[in-house]
């Protein structure tokens, strides 16, 4: 079981096929497991890395609450990138692992290829916005520490069926990384310079505008719109999921070998 060492705090992370680099990152109180059933699709032709972010699944769970932030868990991302050899990646996740690509990009944007972002929303520009969602994390934290992993059992798809040691690191990690602290994020979506795919669930009701508002934001963005999916969506549609995403690398890939050839 591969784990890279962040200062006394494992972070679980798995490598499937060989290729160009493809980062992928859970949401929140989700695992690396929730991409399962895409494992054989995207690692044909690609280096596919998942992993399990701090207080989830198979990585640590510290007792510190500041071990749990947006600023470690992207030097988590950069650290898995230099434990697998990739200098760059394509870089993408779903909700809260797609905020925290779109963070990735804005620390390190020499690094990453192209960003997939899934059912995600890009952070608040209004003060009082960021505080009515900071206030639903803390109460999700406490519910965690009151209830445990049942709250999970009324989750959605990609989080029902997961598995978590205990439910000590996911009330941490609502409070230190689901919880957001400035607007940098949102502010740097028009400073993208790399090719970016959305793709958002039709049901995924409370993540359509922001879909769309990223989709206006990031200069050249593609957006796709799944049917019959909800926030899970490559867990509600997963072949229509794969047939957005496969053209999207497949056109990466051709640029590249163009590129070379030029």
Known sequence: M?????????????VHGAGPPLLLTHGYSSTSGMWQGQIEALSKRHQLVLWDMRGHGRSDYPDDPAAYSEALTVADMAALLDAVGARTAIVGGLSLGGYMSLAFYRAHAERVRALLIIDTGPGFKKDEAREVWNKRAHDTG????????DVLKSA?????????RDASGL???????????DARVI?????????????????DTPFLAASDYMAAKIPGAQKVVIPAAGHAVNIDQPQAFIDVVLPFLDGLDARAAKKAAS
Request: charged fraction near 35%; aromatic fraction near 6%; charge should be neutral.
């Open 171 to 181: 009330a941490r990690a609502a409070r230190g990384m689901l919880t957001q602290r």
């Open 142 to 149: 406490d519910r965690f520490e009151r209830e445990g992993l």
């Open 2 to 14: 591969p784990t890279i060492d962040r200062d006394g705090v494992k972070i679980y992370y798995e």
């Open 187 to 203: 502010e740097s979506l028009p400073d993208i310079r790399v090719p970016s795919l959305i793709v958002v669930g039709a049901d």
């Open 156 to 164: 959605s798809r990609e989080r029902s069926s997961v598995t978590h």
